[in-house]
C-alpha cells in the first residue's frame, strides 16, 4: 500500500521483553532474589506481595508499605522498589493508567517466567 507515492513502513513495536522498563523489572527481582538467597523466604513473599498488587487485592500504597517492611534493612531496595512504583502526576489521566499497565504487565509476565 502507498501513501503519497511512498511505502507505508512497519513500525516496530517492541515486546514487553525488550522493553526497557520490563529490563529494570528484571534486573531489580534478580537484584532481590541475590540479596536474600539464604533467605528464600522473603523473595517469595516478594514476589507473593506482587502478585497481590497485581490482581488487585492490594493497592500501591499497601504494596510499598508491605515492601519496606519486607525489606527492612535495606534501605537500597526500598528506596529502589518505590522509584519503581513511584507514581508521575500526569495532566492526562490516561496517559498515567498506560504507564502502570505496562508496569503491571512486565511484573506479570516475570511472575509467570518464574513459575
Known sequence: MK?????IQETNIASPETHP???DAVNFLDKVEG????EPDIYRTFL???TEYRAKRINKPDLARKVAILFEGHPDLVTEFNEFIKSKKKTDQEAAENQYTVIDTEV???LD???
Not at 3 to 7: A, E, I, K, N, Q
Not at 35 to 38: C, D, E, I, L, V
Request: hydrophobic share 25%.
Open 35 to 38: 540479596r536474600f538467597k539464604k
Open 48 to 50: 507473593n506481595t506482587l
Open 108 to 110: 506479570g509476565r516475570f
Open 113 to 115: 517466567s518464574r513459575k
Open 3 to 7: 501513501l503519497s507515492g511512498g511505502p
Open 21 to 23: 522498563k520490563f529490563n
